[in-house]
């Protein structure tokens, strides 16, 4: 049936846990991949991209790992913070064609 | 750079109002996109401009939707006759290609009563 609207997955961590969301892209031919970050009433942010010749990268706090053999890409974010509760969106794209967009998770810090 | 600029932030109009939502990209990016944003369908590509040339607008639900580029720093998105379905977050992003990491603007939440 129609979904009568857009649940969001929610992860609630506590402070300072490292939290992990994960993401599952569907079109093989995808060799570029964004995580954003959205804090409410603000545009996406971006994060940190990986392109399908690594595995693995690391930012500032945060850490995206790629898996192309299932199609699965993670954000993992160290020690979060009250100022990581967001909802967090991974992107894809091919060589030729504009980001496509996943559906959001949201993150939920515990103080 | 003052980054992606929308205007306005907040806009309300009546049923069968004409909408123009307007957008400065960052300067020197050659892609332009406008996302549309709700609960039921998250966020949806609209349309993408390549050197100030619309791409792709298959992603515009209606005939009602148009978008223009006249010139690399301006673009506007309308909506002639407004609907109350219309009521969104409409964002405007832009980037060195369209196949690169967009930055977004702080969108226009648009309300349609």
């Known amino acids: 049936g129609e979904s009568v609207g857009l649940h969001l997955p929610t992860l609630s961590v506590q402070e300072g846990d490292n939290s992990i969301i994960n993401c599952a892209y569907s079109?093989?031919?995808?060799?570029?991949f964004i995580w954003y970050k959205q804090e409410s009433g603000k545009g996406p942010q971006f994060i940190i991209d990986?392109?399908?010749?690594?595995d693995k990268r690391q930012g500032q706090r945060v850490t995206v790992l790629l898996n192309k053999t299932v199609k699965h890409l993670s954000l993992q974010i160290a020690a979060t913070q009250p100022g990581d509760s967001a909802v967090y969106f991974c992107?894809?794209?091919?060589?030729?064609?504009?980001?496509?967009f996943g559906k959001g998770t949201r993150l939920s810090v515990i103080a | 750079d003052a980054g992606v600029i929308q205007s306005p932030r907040h806009e309300v109009t009546e049923m069968g109002q004409e909408v123009t939502l307007r957008c400065k990209p960052i300067s020197g990016h050659n892609s332009l996109f406008w996302y549309r944003q709700t609960m039921m369908r998250g966020l949806e590509l609209l349309i993408y401009?390549?050197?100030?040339?619309?791409?792709?607008d298959s992603g515009m639900p209606e005939d009602r939707f148009s978008a223009k580029m006249p010139n690399a720093s301006f673009s506007t998105l309308k909506i002639q006759p407004s609907e109350p379905r219309d009521s969104a977050v409409y964002f405007c992003?832009?980037?060195?290609?369209?196949?690169?990491?967009?930055?977004f603007g702080q969108g226009t939440r648009l309300t349609v009563v």
């Open positions: 992107a894809e794209n091919t060589g030729n064609t504009p980001l496509v």
């Open positions: 990986i392109r399908s010749n690594m």
């Open positions: 079109n093989s031919a995808s060799d570029y």
């Open positions: 992003a832009s980037s060195l290609q369209y196949t690169t990491e967009a930055f």
């Open positions: 401009f390549n050197n100030n040339v619309p791409i792709d």
